[in-house]
């Protein structure tokens, strides 16, 4: 009896040992470094800010925050390979506008539900879109092209990323918004987009700040509007499409960046890692950083950002379902 007594106390005892296990290992959190995968090139808006914000989260997590870009698929991949990671903190990665709210409403390969399959962590940075002409465009101010492409329906171009881009998605919702039409014409991504924005192809263009900026600065693209939380310190003289009356449109044409783990991440090890991206992102040298691309930091709460994406995904679908865009 006395034996049978010890072995059950040294069962019992292994038990809780295994038992506490997860819990020491979400306490030690991390004791190597941490994967940030990234779904687009090395030298890109999301990877300059993936690699700013990693860099300095490591004095927080005392481990170094590695990027790993996984490209392909718009997105596609870099974001399944987070959702079907180990679910224990060693592997999270940017989220964008373009993976978490347009991804899975319009690319029927998308394997990736946001919601479910991902823990938002935080939003990272905000980057605005800047509205432009060709200095060959009979107007200027954002009242003056409304009125040019209402008075010539579906005769003036405007470029987007391709079809089923967020791009493409911004574009239909000026139109329906806007009560106007430009005609949609698609490229193989933002350079070639801008390419035929400077030439001329496209009379009237949306683009990212920062990769648009020196030709704003040169004259060969003229700015009317802008999509951000307020007017650029570089364009002070360009109103937002917010203070235009336009909400909706000045939401929608921002583009963002946050922070995703594997939806299963313990949540003390999801709080860990809310705490690094927000004190890196609340270092002067960063923001100032951020300033100089453009873009603004935007560090938050997980639950608004989650509210974001939820938003974002139910904006989008009525988007699609009103311009009749078919998923691809």
Sequence with gaps: MQFTRRRL????????????????????????????????????????????????????????????????????????????????????GIGTASTLTVNPILLKANRVDPLKDLAPITMLATVPT????????????????????????DFYNIGSAGTGSISHLLIEAMNTDLRFKLRHVPYRGMGPALTAALSGETEVSIDQYPSSAAHIKSGKLLPFAVGAPKRLEALPSVPTLKELGQPDLNELSMTWFGLVAPAKTPPAIQKKLHDAAVAALRDPALAARLKELGADAAAGSAEAFRAKIESGLARNRRIVQAAGINPE
């Design 9 to 92: 106390a040294a069962i019992s005892a292994a038990l809780l040992g295994l038992l506490a296990l997860p819990a020491l290992a979400q306490d030690s959190y991390p004791q190597r470094p941490v994967k940030l995968i990234v779904q687009f090139a090395p030298g890109g808006s999301t990877d300059i800010v993936a690699r700013l914000v990693a860099d300095r989260m490591q004095a927080t997590l005392g481990q170094p925050v590695v990027v790993d870009n996984r490209t392909g698929g718009g997105g596609m991949i870099g974001s399944e390979a987070v959702a079907r990671a180990e679910a224990d903190g060693y592997t999270v």
């Design 130 to 153: 800047v509205f432009m002409v060709h200095p060959s465009f009979p107007g200027r101010s954002f009242e003056q092209v409304v009125a040019e492409v209402r008075a010539k329906p």
